[in-house]
C-alpha cells in the first residue's frame, strides 16, 4: 500500500499533494470557519491531480551567509550551517537603513536542503520549481550544477532527473549572489525568498506553465474557450497521447470535455489546441470575480499518465482612445497603486497571506488595480488578486541594458532577456486579474525619448506578442520632459503609453496622436500643473485609461532611514489617515474620516497627522470625504457643516475647533445616506491590546497570524502617542517571523522581540509549523498590563477530488463509497462501505505518516453494503480510512478530536 496523503510531513518536511496512482478519492472535508490555506497553489492542486506528483520543499533547509567553497558536493558537512525554512531573506538581518542604495544591504549565501526520493518518484522525470531566488543563482544537485538564474523575480525549474539518487541522500544546493551585481534601487532582499517545489511527472507531460486558455468575445450566454497545451516527449521515440481537457466550475462541476489525439516526435515538443463552447457563463469582473478551471490529462491509450491545472477567469480586455479601456464591454479606469514586494518584517520572504492582507486593504481603499513595481511578485499574489477582484498592472523589469542614470541594471541583457521575458509571461498569462502587461520602467529619465527605446520596444513587444496578445503592452516612461511629441510617438510601439509624473503632457500627446491610448504608470497624488488631485485627470478623460499612485504601501529603500513612506499604508499594512482620502476619491461608497492636522500634502508626501482627540485649545481638524455635506460636533456641540462643493481638491479643512475632552464625530450625508466616524480622548496608557488578524492556523508550516499590538488606556481606546517598547514571546508550536513598527526612521532589528511602538502600535507575525497544536504569544510593554493570545493549529483538511467525467473509452477507476460517524462519548467510529464488485476487499485506518493504525478488514466480499468499528479512543488526530475491492481504492480523511 502507498499513500501519501496531502497533509503528510515527511523527515524532509515535504508536503505532499498525491494520493495513491490512477485511484478514486471520496475525501472528508473538515470544515473550518475563518481560515484559509496555506498555500493557495495546493489547495488548488489538491483538488485536481491524480497524477502528476507535487511537494511543497519549503520546510528543513540549511543556509549559511557568505562563499563556502565546496559547498555543492553531496559530502559537504553542513552541520554548523543554520536550520531554516524558505521562503528566507539572508538581507533583512543586516538592513539598518541609511538612504538608498546602502540600505539595500546584499548578500552572498548557500542552501542546501537533504531528501531522499520519494514514493512514486522513481522512473519518472523530476524538475525542481523555484517561485523566486534572488538573485544570480547557480542550483546544484549531488555536485552537479543543473541550472542558474540571474534575474531573480521569474520563477523558473531544473531537471533533477539525470543526477538523481534513487536510494539514497540527495543534496538540492543553492548559491546566490547579491553583491557582485547589486541590482535594485529598493531593498530587493537576497535568497530563496519564494515556495520551491519538487515536481514528477511522467516521460510525456506538459510543459511547466506550457498551457495558456484564453477567450474571445465572451459574453454571459456563450463563450468560446481555447485551451493550448504544450506537450514534451523526453522519450527517445514518438510517442502518441490523448490530450482531454475538461472545464469545470467553481462548484467544482465539470462543464465540457474535448479529447484530441497528439503525437510528439523523440525529444521535443508539439502544441495542441483545444475549442470549447462554455454557456450560461459568469464573466470574470472586479465585483464577480469567478475563475474556471481547464484540468488537462494526457492518456496513454485509456490510461491517465500526466495532468495539470490552469486556473482562467472568462472576460475580455480592449482599449482605444475614444473608448478607454474596457473589460467585458464596459469601461473601466485603472485607480491604481504601485506596490513594491517586501514587506516588514518579513523582508523580501513575505507569506502568501500577509499578501493577501495587503491586497484587501488596497480594494478596500477603493483602489482597483496594483502595479507590480518593478517586477513580478510570486504566483500566489496573481491568485489573491484574481479572487478578490482586482486588476494588475504586471511589470518585468524595471532597467534594460541601456539606462541613462544608473548604469547597467539588467546584466546579460542580451543573453537572458527572450528567456526570462517568456518565464515572466507564461507563468502569469492565464490570471483573469492582470489587464496590461508592463516590459520595464523608467529606463530613460532626462531629456527627449531616446531611439533606444523605440528599437528596444520594437523588439520586445512583438516577441512578446507571441506568447500573449490577449492584453496590451506598456512601459512606464519618465523621460521627455519637454517631449510629447515622443510619447506619442511611442504609441506606435506599444498598445498603450505609459507616463509616469508628467500627467500635465496628457493633452499635447493627445493633440500629436489623436490615437494614443495612455495611462498614468507612477504619479504623485497632487498634478504638478494645477495642484489639484491626479485622478481629476484621468476620471473623465477616455483617452487615459487610470493612473497609479506612487504608492499604495510604503517599501523598504529609496527613502530615508528604512524606506519610502509615499504610501497610504504603512509597511505593516496600517492604515494612514491618507487611505481615506484616497477611498474618498476612487469609491462611491459614502465614506467620511476625521483626523487632526492639515490635510494637504505634497509632491510624495502624506500629511502628518493625529488619531486621537488628545489635543488642547483651538484646534485644526480635517475630514476627508465624499459626501455631500459634513456636519462635525465636539461631544454635543456642533461645530457646523461643510459643503463638499467648496472644496476642489475633495480635502475638507476645519479651522480652530475648540478642543474639548470627550469625542469628535464627523456625520456625512449622501444621497440619503449617513455615514459617522469619531476618535475619543485617550486616557493614560494601561494596557497591551491585540487584534488578531485570526486565532486558527493550519498546521502547514506556511499559515500565519498578523498580530496588531496596541497600547491602550482602559477603555481599549489606543493611546497614538505612546512609543513605549513592546515585546513578545512566542511558545508552542508556532514561530516568531519577527515584530516591525510604521515607523521608517527605527533601524532595530525586524527578527528581534522587541521594538518601539509607533502611533500606539506594533505589528508581531507569528507562523505554524506542521504540527498541530497550540501557540501562545504574551505581549509586553513595562509596566502595563500584559495580553496573552492562543492560536490553534489544525491539520490542513483535504478538499473534495472533483466528480471526474469517465476517462474516454475506458471504465471509471472506482470503489465503493466510503463513510463514516464518530460518537466522541465512547470513542467509536463506524466506517460504512459499499463493495460494487465482488473480490478481495481491505479496510484499514492510516496515519498521515503512512502507518497502519489498525485492519478492520481483509477478507473477500460478495457485493453489498458494509460496516465495521473502529475504537478511536484518545487517538485524537488525523487519519485515512483506505478501502481497497480488487484494483479500486477508496480514501477518506477524518480528524477525530476526542
Same mark, same amino acid.
Given at each position: 500500500?502507498?499513500?501519501?496523503?496531502?497533509?503528510? +510531513?515527511?523527515?524532509?518536511?515535504?508536503?505532499?499533494?498525491?494520493?495513491?496512482?490512477?485511484?478514486?478519492?471520496?475525501?472528508?472535508?473538515?470544515?473550518?470557519?475563518?481560515?484559509?490555506?496555506?498555500?493557495?497553489?495546493?489547495?488548488?492542486?489538491?483538488?485536481?491531480?491524480?497524477?502528476?506528483?507535487?511537494?511543497?520543499?519549503?520546510?528543513?533547509?540549511?543556509? =549559511?551567509?557568505?562563499?563556502?567553497?565546496?559547498?555543492?558536493?553531496?559530502?559537504?558537512?553542513?552541520?554548523?550551517?543554520?536550520?531554516?525554512?524558505?521562503?528566507?531573506?539572508?538581507?533583512?538581518?543586516?538592513? +539598518?537603513?541609511?538612504?538608498?542604495?546602502?540600505?539595500?544591504?546584499?548578500?552572498?549565501?548557500?542552501?542546501?536542503?537533504?531528501?531522499?526520493?520519494?514514493?512514486? %518518484?522513481?522512473?519518472?522525470?523530476?524538475?525542481?520549481?523555484?517561485?523566486?531566488?534572488?538573485?544570480?543563482?547557480? =542550483?546544484?544537485?549531488?555536485?552537479?550544477?543543473?541550472?542558474?538564474?540571474?534575474?531573480?523575480?521569474?520563477?523558473?525549474?531544473?531537471?533533477?532527473?539525470?543526477?538523481?539518487?534513487?536510494?539514497?541522500?540527495?543534496?538540492?544546493?543553492?548559491?546566490?549572489?547579491?553583491?557582485?551585481?547589486?541590482?535594485?534601487?529598493?531593498?530587493?532582499?537576497?535568497?530563496?525568498?519564494?515556495?520551491?517545489?519538487?515536481?514528477?511527472?511522467?516521460?510525456?507531460?506538459?510543459?511547466?506553465?506550457?498551457?495558456?486558455?484564453?477567450?474571445?468575445?465572451?459574453?454571459? /450566454?456563450?463563450?468560446?474557450?481555447?485551451?493550448?497545451?504544450?506537450?514534451?516527449?523526453?522519450?527517445?521515440?514518438?510517442?502518441?497521447?490523448?490530450?482531454?481537457?475538461?472545464?469545470?466550475?467553481?462548484?467544482?462541476?465539470?462543464?465540457?470535455?474535448?479529447?484530441?489525439?497528439?503525437?510528439?516526435?523523440?525529444?521535443?515538443?508539439?502544441?495542441?489546441?483545444?475549442?470549447?463552447?462554455?454557456?450560461? $457563463?459568469?464573466?470574470?469582473?472586479?465585483?464577480?470575480?469567478?475563475?474556471?478551471?481547464?484540468?488537462?490529462?494526457?492518456?496513454?491509450?485509456?490510461?491517465?499518465?500526466?495532468?495539470?491545472?490552469?486556473?482562467?477567469?472568462?472576460?475580455?480586455?480592449?482599449?482605444?482612445?475614444?473608448?478607454?479601456?474596457?473589460?467585458?464591454?464596459?469601461? !473601466?479606469?485603472?485607480?491604481?497603486?504601485?506596490?513594491?514586494?517586501?514587506?516588514?518584517? /518579513?523582508?523580501?520572504?513575505?507569506?502568501?497571506?500577509?499578501?493577501?492582507?495587503?491586497?484587501?486593504?488596497?480594494?478596500?481603499?477603493?483602489?482597483?488595480?496594483?502595479?507590480?513595481?518593478?517586477?513580478?511578485?510570486?504566483?500566489?499574489?496573481?491568485?489573491?488578486?484574481?479572487?478578490?477582484?482586482?486588476?494588475?498592472?504586471?511589470?518585468?523589469?524595471?532597467?534594460?541594458?541601456?539606462?541613462?542614470?544608473?548604469?547597467?541594471?539588467?546584466?546579460?541583457?542580451?543573453?537572458?532577456? +527572450?528567456?526570462?521575458?517568456?518565464?515572466?509571461?507564461?507563468?502569469?498569462?492565464?490570471?483573469?486579474? !492582470?489587464?496590461?502587461?508592463?516590459?520595464?520602467?523608467?529606463?530613460?529619465?532626462?531629456?527627449?525619448?531616446?531611439?533606444?527605446?523605440?528599437?528596444?520596444?520594437?523588439?520586445?513587444?512583438?516577441?512578446?506578442?507571441?506568447?500573449?496578445?490577449?492584453?496590451?503592452?506598456?512601459?512606464? $516612461?519618465?523621460?521627455?520632459?519637454?517631449?510629447?511629441?515622443?510619447?506619442?510617438?511611442?504609441?506606435?510601439?506599444?498598445?498603450?503609453?505609459?507616463?509616469?509624473?508628467?500627467?500635465?503632457?496628457?493633452?499635447?500627446?493627445?493633440?500629436?496622436?489623436?490615437?494614443?491610448?495612455?495611462?498614468?504608470?507612477?504619479?504623485?497624488?497632487?498634478?504638478?500643473?494645477?495642484?489639484?488631485?491626479?485622478?481629476?485627470?484621468?476620471?473623465?478623460?477616455?483617452?487615459? =485609461?487610470?493612473?497609479?499612485?506612487?504608492?499604495?504601501?510604503?517599501?523598504?529603500?529609496?527613502?530615508?532611514?528604512?524606506?519610502?513612506?509615499?504610501?497610504?499604508?504603512?509597511?505593516?499594512?496600517?492604515?494612514?489617515?491618507?487611505?481615506?482620502?484616497?477611498?474618498?476619491?476612487?469609491?462611491?461608497?459614502?465614506?467620511?474620516?476625521?483626523?487632526?492636522?492639515?490635510?494637504?500634502?505634497?509632491?510624495?508626501?502624506?500629511?502628518?497627522?493625529?488619531?486621537?482627540?488628545?489635543?488642547?485649545?483651538?484646534?485644526?481638524?480635517?475630514?476627508?470625504?465624499? $459626501?455631500?455635506?459634513?456636519?462635525?460636533?465636539?461631544?454635543?456641540?456642533?461645530?457646523?457643516?461643510?459643503?463638499?462643493?467648496?472644496?476642489?481638491?475633495?480635502?475638507?479643512?476645519?479651522?480652530?475647533?475648540?478642543?474639548?475632552?470627550?469625542?469628535?464625530?464627523? =456625520?456625512?450625508? +449622501?444621497?440619503?445616506?449617513?455615514?459617522?466616524?469619531?476618535?475619543?480622548?485617550?486616557?493614560?496608557?494601561?494596557?497591551?491590546?491585540?487584534?488578531?488578524?485570526?486565532?486558527?492556523?493550519?498546521?502547514?508550516?506556511?499559515?500565519?497570524?498578523?498580530?496588531?499590538?496596541?497600547?491602550?488606556?482602559?477603555?481599549?481606546?489606543?493611546?497614538?502617542?505612546?512609543?513605549?517598547?513592546?515585546?513578545?514571546?512566542?511558545?508552542?508550536?508556532?514561530?516568531?517571523?519577527?515584530?516591525?513598527?510604521?515607523?521608517?526612521?527605527?533601524?532595530?532589528?525586524?527578527?528581534?522581540?522587541?521594538?518601539?511602538?509607533?502611533?500606539?502600535?506594533?505589528?508581531?507575525?507569528?507562523?505554524?509549523?506542521?504540527?498541530?497544536?497550540? !501557540?501562545?504569544?504574551?505581549?509586553?510593554?513595562?509596566?502595563?498590563?500584559?495580553?496573552?493570545?492562543?492560536?490553534?493549529?489544525?491539520?490542513?483538511?483535504?478538499?473534495?477530488?472533483?466528480?471526474?467525467?469517465?476517462?474516454?473509452?475506458?471504465?471509471?477507476?472506482?470503489?465503493?463509497?466510503?463513510?463514516?460517524?464518530?460518537?466522541?462519548?465512547?470513542?467509536?467510529?463506524?466506517?460504512?462501505?459499499?463493495?460494487?464488485?465482488?473480490?478481495?476487499?481491505?479496510?484499514?485506518?492510516?496515519?498521515?505518516?503512512?502507518?497502519?493504525?489498525?485492519?478492520?478488514?481483509?477478507?473477500?466480499?460478495?457485493?453489498?453494503?458494509?460496516?465495521?468499528?473502529?475504537?478511536?479512543?484518545?487517538?485524537?488526530?488525523?487519519? %485515512?480510512?483506505?478501502?481497497?475491492?480488487?484494483?479500486?481504492?477508496?480514501?477518506?480523511?477524518?480528524?477525530?478530536?476526542?
Amino acid at each position: 500500500m502507498n499513500i501519501r496523503p496531502y497533509t503528510t +510531513k515527511g523527515r524532509n518536511g515535504m508536503r505532499s499533494l498525491y494520493v495513491g496512482s490512477f485511484s478514486m478519492f471520496f475525501l472528508t472535508v473538515f470544515l473550518m470557519t475563518g481560515i484559509a490555506s496555506g498555500s493557495m497553489t495546493e489547495r488548488l492542486e489538491e483538488r485536481f491531480l491524480k497524477n502528476r506528483i507535487k511537494i511543497r520543499i519549503d520546510e528543513g533547509w540549511k543556509v =549559511i551567509s557568505g562563499n563556502v567553497t565546496g559547498a555543492e558536493a553531496t559530502a559537504f558537512n553542513d552541520a554548523s550551517w543554520t536550520p531554516t525554512n524558505v521562503p528566507h531573506d539572508l538581507s533583512i538581518t543586516l538592513e +539598518k537603513g541609511g538612504g538608498a542604495p546602502a540600505n539595500d544591504p546584499g548578500a552572498t549565501g548557500w542552501y542546501r536542503y537533504h531528501f531522499t526520493l520519494p514514493a512514486g %518518484f522513481a522512473g519518472k522525470k523530476v524538475i525542481v520549481q523555484f517561485d523566486g531566488v534572488y538573485h544570480d543563482s547557480k =542550483i546544484y544537485l549531488n555536485g552537479t550544477q543543473v541550472g542558474s538564474q540571474r534575474y531573480g523575480y521569474v520563477s523558473f525549474i531544473c531537471d533533477l532527473t539525470p543526477y538523481l539518487n534513487p536510494t539514497g541522500d540527495n543534496v538540492l544546493a543553492v548559491f546566490v549572489d547579491n553583491v557582485t551585481s547589486h541590482l535594485s534601487r529598493w531593498y530587493s532582499g537576497t535568497g530563496i525568498f519564494r515556495h520551491v517545489w519538487l515536481i514528477a511527472t511522467d516521460k510525456v507531460y506538459v510543459r511547466n506553465w506550457g498551457t495558456a486558455v484564453t477567450t474571445a468575445a465572451p459574453t454571459a /450566454a456563450s463563450s468560446q474557450i481555447r485551451v493550448q497545451t504544450d506537450v514534451v516527449n523526453d522519450l527517445t521515440t514518438a510517442q502518441t497521447r490523448t490530450v482531454e481537457t475538461i472545464i469545470y466550475n467553481e462548484a467544482g462541476n465539470p462543464l465540457q470535455t474535448v479529447s484530441t489525439p497528439i503525437t510528439v516526435s523523440a525529444s521535443s515538443i508539439d502544441t495542441c489546441v483545444q475549442t470549447l463552447t462554455l454557456t450560461s $457563463c459568469q464573466l470574470w469582473t472586479m465585483a464577480t470575480p469567478v475563475r474556471y478551471y481547464a484540468y488537462t490529462r494526457l492518456l496513454n491509450g485509456t490510461t491517465p499518465a500526466d495532468d495539470y491545472i490552469t486556473p482562467f477567469g472568462i472576460r475580455e480586455v480592449k482599449w482605444s482612445a475614444t473608448t478607454g479601456m474596457t473589460l467585458n464591454g464596459a469601461m !473601466i479606469k485603472l485607480k491604481g497603486a504601485c506596490f513594491h514586494h517586501n514587506l516588514i518584517p /518579513a523582508g523580501a520572504a513575505v507569506p502568501d497571506e500577509m499578501y493577501e492582507r495587503a491586497i484587501r486593504e488596497l480594494r478596500a481603499s477603493g483602489c482597483t488595480s496594483i502595479r507590480t513595481s518593478h517586477n513580478p511578485l510570486g504566483p500566489e499574489f496573481y491568485d489573491y488578486c484574481d479572487q478578490i477582484g482586482i486588476m494588475v498592472m504586471d511589470e518585468w523589469v524595471d532597467k534594460w541594458a541601456q539606462p541613462a542614470d544608473k548604469g547597467v541594471y539588467y546584466a546579460d541583457w542580451a543573453k537572458d532577456w +527572450k528567456k526570462d521575458l517568456r518565464l515572466f509571461l507564461e507563468r502569469d498569462r492565464n490570471h483573469p486579474c !492582470i489587464v496590461i502587461w508592463s516590459l520595464g520602467n523608467e529606463v530613460a529619465s532626462a531629456g527627449t525619448i531616446p531611439a533606444y527605446i523605440f528599437d528596444t520596444l520594437g523588439m520586445l513587444v512583438p516577441f512578446a506578442k507571441n506568447i500573449d496578445k490577449t492584453r496590451p503592452y506598456t512601459h512606464a $516612461c519618465v523621460a521627455g520632459w519637454s517631449d510629447p511629441a515622443g510619447f506619442a510617438k511611442l504609441a506606435n510601439y506599444e498598445d498603450v503609453v505609459g507616463v509616469n509624473y508628467q500627467d500635465f503632457l496628457y493633452p499635447q500627446i493627445h493633440s500629436s496622436n489623436a490615437n494614443a491610448v495612455l495611462c498614468g504608470t507612477e504619479q504623485n497624488p497632487y498634478s504638478a500643473s494645477n495642484g489639484l488631485p491626479t485622478w481629476f485627470e484621468v476620471r473623465n478623460t477616455a483617452y487615459v =485609461i487610470g493612473h497609479h499612485l506612487w504608492t499604495g504601501v510604503d517599501y523598504l529603500g529609496e527613502g530615508g532611514g528604512l524606506g519610502s513612506t509615499t504610501g497610504y499604508l504603512d509597511n505593516c499594512i496600517f492604515r494612514k489617515a491618507w487611505f481615506y482620502y484616497m477611498r474618498s476619491q476612487w469609491s462611491d461608497t459614502p465614506t467620511v474620516h476625521v483626523a487632526i492636522g492639515s490635510g494637504a500634502g505634497s509632491g510624495f508626501g502624506t500629511p502628518d497627522l493625529q488619531e486621537n482627540w488628545n489635543q488642547s485649545g483651538s484646534v485644526s481638524v480635517v475630514t476627508y470625504t465624499n $459626501c455631500d455635506s459634513v456636519q462635525l460636533f465636539v461631544n454635543t456641540t456642533k461645530v457646523g457643516t461643510k459643503n463638499l462643493s467648496s472644496f476642489n481638491t475633495m480635502i475638507m479643512q476645519w479651522t480652530s475647533v475648540p478642543w474639548s475632552s470627550g469625542t469628535i464625530k464627523a =456625520i456625512g450625508f +449622501k444621497g440619503g445616506v449617513q455615514v459617522v466616524d469619531s476618535i475619543n480622548t485617550a486616557g493614560t496608557a494601561a494596557k497591551v491590546f491585540l487584534k488578531p488578524s485570526k486565532t486558527t492556523l493550519y498546521a502547514d508550516g506556511e499559515d500565519v497570524c498578523c498580530i496588531e499590538a496596541d497600547i491602550a488606556d482602559a477603555n481599549n481606546n489606543l493611546v497614538f502617542s505612546a512609543n513605549s517598547p513592546i515585546s513578545f514571546t512566542v511558545t508552542g508550536v508556532g514561530r516568531s517571523l519577527g515584530i516591525a513598527s510604521g515607523n521608517m526612521n527605527d533601524v532595530s532589528a525586524f527578527k528581534a522581540t522587541s521594538r518601539n511602538a509607533y502611533r500606539g502600535k506594533a505589528l508581531i507575525v507569528v507562523q505554524s509549523t506542521p504540527t498541530p497544536g497550540t !501557540i501562545n504569544v504574551t505581549v509586553n510593554s513595562g509596566t502595563l498590563t500584559s495580553a496573552e493570545l492562543a492560536i490553534t493549529t489544525v491539520a490542513q483538511p483535504i478538499t473534495p477530488v472533483l466528480n471526474r467525467p469517465p476517462l474516454m473509452n475506458s471504465n471509471t477507476d472506482r470503489a465503493g463509497m466510503l463513510s463514516w460517524t464518530h460518537n466522541p462519548g465512547n470513542g467509536n467510529v463506524r466506517i460504512n462501505f459499499n463493495v460494487d464488485v465482488p473480490g478481495a476487499t481491505n479496510l484499514s485506518v492510516v496515519s498521515p505518516s503512512g502507518r497502519v493504525v489498525n485492519c478492520l478488514m481483509n477478507k473477500y466480499q460478495k457485493a453489498g453494503t458494509y460496516s465495521a468499528e473502529w475504537k478511536a479512543t484518545a487517538r485524537s488526530g488525523v487519519y %485515512f480510512f483506505v478501502l481497497k475491492t480488487n484494483a479500486n481504492k477508496a480514501v477518506r480523511k477524518a480528524f477525530i478530536v476526542e
